[in-house]
């Protein structure tokens, strides 16, 4: 993040701080839609990721007075819709008969898509979605950290550092989560290939 773009942060944050709900909304505006990029990317559901999106700038509008600034606003907001997504996803680990019916829902859905799309699609599209696929279910393989770290890294363009801060851990050891994940992805892309 640019030096212009963290002062630009600080100014807002102060602003509302201060009582300026027009500049929590431009701080809402400027990062909407990488909030929702960011669940989305965590738990692949775009309904429960609008959710948590929302959340999240609930949560963050009502513990702005507790924000420090130690961190910079987009790295403590992301920390924020972190907690809330992995929140989330464990809910769903515990109701797994929801999870099943969502499941059956979805195929269902993807089938009826498929079908209509089947004809439209080359063969290039769908090998590119099917590795979409593959990555997504190795990506669920991860334990809960090293997905949050390959999310950030690679999906949201975060460092290490930034990482660190989200997960509330050193770099070394965000460095580390991000080894094993793509170690473990490796493993389980290799294994999917080897199965074809």
């Not at 738990?43 to 999106?53: S, T």
């Not at 929302?54 to 507790?66: G, R, T, V, Y």
């Not at 797994?96 to 080359?122: F, M, V």
């Not at 770099?171 to 290799?190: D, G, Q, W």
Request: proline share 1%.
């Amino acid at each position: 993040m640019s030096r212009l773009t963290r002062e630009s942060d600080h100014k807002l944050v102060q602003s509302a701080k201060s009582g300026s709900s027009a500049a929590f909304g431009k701080l809402v505006k400027k990062y909407q839609q990488k909030v929702l990029y960011l669940a989305f990317d965590l738990i692949h559901d775009y309904e429960d990721a609008k959710d948590i999106a929302q959340e999240a700038f609930i949560k963050s509008f009502e513990k702005l007075h507790q924000f420090e600034e130690r961190a910079q606003f987009s790295t403590w907001l992301y920390r924020i819709t972190v907690n809330l997504a992995m929140d989330q996803h464990r809910r769903r680990k515990r109701r797994p008969h929801d999870s099943l019916e969502d499941n059956i829902r979805e195929i269902e859905r993807q089938k009826t898509s498929e079908q209509a799309e089947e004809g439209r699609r080359s063969e290039r599209e769908l090998q590119t979605s099917a590795q979409r696929d593959e990555i997504e279910k190795a990506l669920q393989n991860l334990s809960e950290n090293q997905r949050i770290a390959t999310v950030l890294k690679y999906f949201h363009q975060k460092s290490s550092k930034e990482i660190a801060e989200v997960l509330g851990c050193s770099e070394s050891t965000a460095r580390i989560h991000l080894f094993r994940a793509v170690k473990n992805m490796r493993k389980h892309l290799k294994g999917i290939q080897e199965s074809l």
